[in-house]
């Protein structure tokens, strides 16, 4: 069983940056591969960045590639979504998500965290 939470959402303008944090309870966190997803009203969950349990194989959607980066520290029990040079499209609730195997779509993903607000003002 894992328990995932988001923090580090926020405010942004366009250009800047935020890093989210997504905080796992449970020992098999270091076991499990990390995605990063995003959701804005009306459309379906999308997927952003994801990370294997070592965390020797990454993969983004072309959208942010270049731009974010994701990261773990399985030490400490938690993943990182470093996200820069911010657009007002990337403007979305995002979650974190811990699964067996480093997915690029949901059903990939077994355990869910609620989500964290970003809003990136142009």
């Known amino acids: 069983q894992v328990t995932l939470v988001e923090s580090g959402g926020g405010l942004a303008q366009a250009g800047g940056s935020l890093r989210l944090s997504c905080v796992a309870t449970?020992?098999?966190?270091?076991?499990?591969?990390v995605g990063w997803f995003r959701q804005t009203p009306g459309k379906d969950r999308e997927f952003v960045a994801t990370?294997?349990?070592?965390?020797?194989?990454?993969s983004y959607a072309a959208s942010v590639k270049g731009r974010f980066t994701v990261s773990r520290d399985n030490a400490k029990n938690t993943a990182f979504l470093q996200m820069d040079l911010l657009k007002p499209e990337d403007t979305a609730i995002y979650f974190c998500?811990?699964?067996?195997?480093?997915?690029?779509?949901?059903?990939?993903?077994?355990?869910w965290g609620q989500g964290t607000q970003v809003t990136v003002s142009s």
């Open positions: 998500a811990a699964g067996n195997v480093a997915a690029v779509v949901k059903i990939g993903y077994v355990y």
């Open positions: 449970g020992r098999a966190f270091s076991y499990a591969a």
């Open positions: 990370i294997s349990a070592s965390g020797g194989s990454t």
